[in-house]
DNA sequence: CGGGTGATGTTGACAATGTCAACATAGGCG
DNA sequence: CGCCTATGTTGACATTGTCAACATCACCCG
């Protein structure tokens, strides 16, 4: 029994939580509504119970995902580029990337319904994220390109910039001035590659 | 006539505005519901649509609401420390400190549900507060403590850290490595205060 | 001063939604 | 083969936002 998938549907979960996905990205997150998300399976709501909690353990579980696959993101772009300060900037411009590509999902994983402290996957998945910015950061500081501030207060200083510039894009509040995202993040890059040197 | 205020309840649309308010800090968003405001000011639901359009145009006046208090508490914050390069660190604290003792509320401020490209109210309140940190850039700038790039983005390299170091703390993404927020925020004025310089 | 008129508030109803209890089924294990 | 548990369904219910129809009150115009 290679897996546990073959009962009626065949890991409903897997399908469930996809579809979830796609119905975030495509129409929002008041979208996902557990009808919506059976009838495209052809499953009736209810069935869902019986793989998550409830409806805020599906939102939990999106938010992973989405954390899982944003990790993957910045790690491809720091090992990518050579992990140097230049690849420290790739990592930063992958960030925001992911969440103008994934506006809805990148809420999720950030709203307030999601309590990471409920799920442990979600606050594993979290961890594992900030870990890859911390990770980067020691790096350039055992090479001398950032000075030999508490890590960890580094990593949160530039997480709060590269979440507060994604935030700010999704919620539309950098259209006022036509303001290229793209623009602004290489500008706070380059003005926190000055911040965080020696 | 000296106001509208005498026709049944006497400005019922400011007493339902304050009771939302207060319905969204004492338990949350998600306790904001039309009974739930009518019924403490003996009034049912659906008083509230004479008053406003709909729940969501309810939400944005909270919004409005909340912008037109942290706009007062950073301008305070400036003007009373003296307008310089200490004033402006003690004008992100403020600004901080605004989203912690009002957590649900902030979160309002930046929800997904209001759009400020549909309430013109919100819009403007909202760009009163985003003009407050431009004033006091500008000011820097021609004090020569700032350098001279464009303003704009600049307030908005800095609204974004301020921003992200709100959003994370409300979240309770901080608390991991329990984080004291005023010493992050302190720590990231002053790396801003680096990146900014001439 | 009195009736009408529009602003303001209420009641009833409805559809959508999350959730639970009771029921149905199926697939593997004894 | 027969049962047992995992899996999925149906019916029901409370909550919620919203609308239409109705009620009421203040003020204005004659």
């Not at 599906?58 to 990518?80: D, I, K, P």
């Not at 580029?81 to 420290?88: D, K, P, Q, S, Y």
């Not at 510039?165 to 500008?187: G, H, K, P, Y």
Request: hydrophobic share 45%; glycine share 6%.
């Amino acid at each position: 029994m290679a897996k546990k998938r073959a009962y009626h549907h065949g890991d409903l979960r897997r399908a469930l939580l996809q579809e979830a996905v796609r119905l975030i990205q495509r129409k929002g997150v008041d979208a996902l509504t557990l009808r919506a998300v059976g009838e495209p399976l052809g499953v009736s709501r209810t069935a869902l119970y019986r793989h998550f909690a409830d409806k805020s353990a599906l939102r939990a579980a999106v938010a992973s995902e989405g954390f899982r696959m944003l990790t993957l993101q910045v790690l491809e772009a720091w090992n990518g580029h050579g992990r140097n300060a230049e690849a420290f900037q790739e990592m930063g411009m992958a960030y925001v990337r992911f969440a103008m590509a994934h506006p809805s999902h990148y809420r999720v994983m950030f709203g307030e319904c999601v309590e990471a402290s409920t799920d442990p996957e979600l606050a594993r998945e979290g961890a594992a994220a900030f870990q890859a910015l911390v990770d980067a950061l020691t790096w350039q500081q055992q090479n001398g390109s950032v000075r030999p501030d508490n890590p960890l207060r580094l990593a949160q200083f530039i997480w709060a910039t590269v979440h507060g510039i994604a935030m700010l894009a999704i919620d539309r509040l950098l259209e006022s001035q036509q303001t290229d995202v793209e623009e602004l993040t290489r500008f706070a890059n380059e003005r926190l590659r000055i911040a965080i040197s020696v």
